[in-house]
Structure formats: C-alpha cells, structure tokens
C-alpha cells in the first residue's frame, strides 16, 4: 500500500517563533499563489524587509494585511 502524500502543512508547519518569513512561507500562511505573493510584496501591499540580498516578510505583516483588507470598502461586482 503506498504511503499517503504529505500535505503542504505537515511539509511546512506554522512557526509561530519565526520574526521573518520567506516570500513562500508568507504566501502559504495567507494561503495565496507564490507569484500573487511577490506582486503584493513589489506593490507595498504587504510589508517586508530586505536582509543582506534577501527579501523577507515580518510575521506581524500578514495579520496587518489581513486588517487592512478587512477594512477596505466592499467594491461593487
């Protein structure tokens, strides 16, 4: 009987430890596409930082991106 395939959580568990998160890592938390992800970051969407030659999102900017969603008006379908 084949062995079950990991799902991407048990791949990469939430750490809640971590003060800086990848682009990826940021991605799966918000539980959006990588390539969505980089255009919020480029966009200033989503606050990050750059470390040495790394681009990096701190772990308190998702739940203040989710706010700031949660706060903009509803747009009109």
Do not use: W
Not at 29 to 38: A, E, N, P, S
Not at 52 to 63: F, K, S
């Amino acid at each position: 009987m084949p062995e079950a395939q990991a799902t991407a959580t048990e791949l990469h568990p939430f750490d809640p430890s971590l003060a800086l998160l990848t682009v990826e890592e940021a991605a799966r938390r918000l539980r959006i596409g990588r390539t969505t992800c980089f255009r919020l970051v480029r966009a200033g969407e989503i606050e990050s930082v750059t470390v040495g030659r790394l681009r990096r999102v701190p772990a308190d900017a998702i739940p203040a991106y989710v706010a700031k969603l949660r706060h903009r008006p509803a747009q009109a379908a």
